[in-house]
């Protein structure tokens, strides 16, 4: 999620190792990017948690080298802290809106689920200013953070 964009979705087949995550950030993510203005793609600052495959050797000498100093998560030059608060919107907004939606359908088979995790994604991609908006709220979000002393805060929302 990019500003008022949705990046993807990205099916990973299996377990995501460090190797595929390696492959999918050198190979796929430029495809996806493909669609955000280079003066935007210039501005990125790469995010990801501290799942074991975001964080081999191999992963992080590519983010240094294609984000430097542009990009969080363990091992990186900003630190994302374990259970930190959600004042990302993909966390706080994006996750729970694709849970809402799919959750209302009866689903068979992973390949129903990936139908539907795509069908839905394209849902939201038609609602950019649903994406701005939060977005736009991630400096509040902070701020209330920051006031409840990185305590929970989401009820002062």
């Known amino acids: ?8 979705p ?3 087949e299996g377990k995501l190792t460090g190797d595929i995550y390696l492959q999918f950030i050198e190979n796929e993510l430029p495809l996806l990017l493909e669609d ?3 003066k935007t793609r ?3 600052i790469f995010q990801h948690d501290g799942a074991p495959p975001h964080c081999t050797k191999h992963v992080t000498e590519y983010l240094n080298q294609e984000f430097p100093q542009r990009w ?3 091992d990186g030059p900003r630190l994302w802290p374990a259970r930190s608060q959600d004042l990302t919107p993909l966390e706080f907004h ?7 939606l799919l959750y209302d359908k009866k689903i068979n088979s992973r390949e129903e689920l990936i139908h539907h995790i795509k069908e839905t994604a394209q849902m939201i991609k038609k609602e950019p200013a649903d994406l701005r908006n939060a977005t736009l709220s991630v400096l ?3 701020r209330k953070c920051i006031a409840a002393d990185g305590s929970h805060f989401e009820d002062d929302l």
């Open 1 to 8: 999620m990019i500003d008022n964009q949705l990046i993807g």
């Open 10 to 12: 990205h099916i990973f």
């Open 36 to 38: 955000v203005a280079l």
């Open 42 to 44: 210039r501005r990125i």
């Open 72 to 74: 969080i998560g363990r």
């Open 94 to 100: 994006l996750w729970g809106h694709i849970k809402s």
């Open 140 to 142: 509040d979000r902070a």
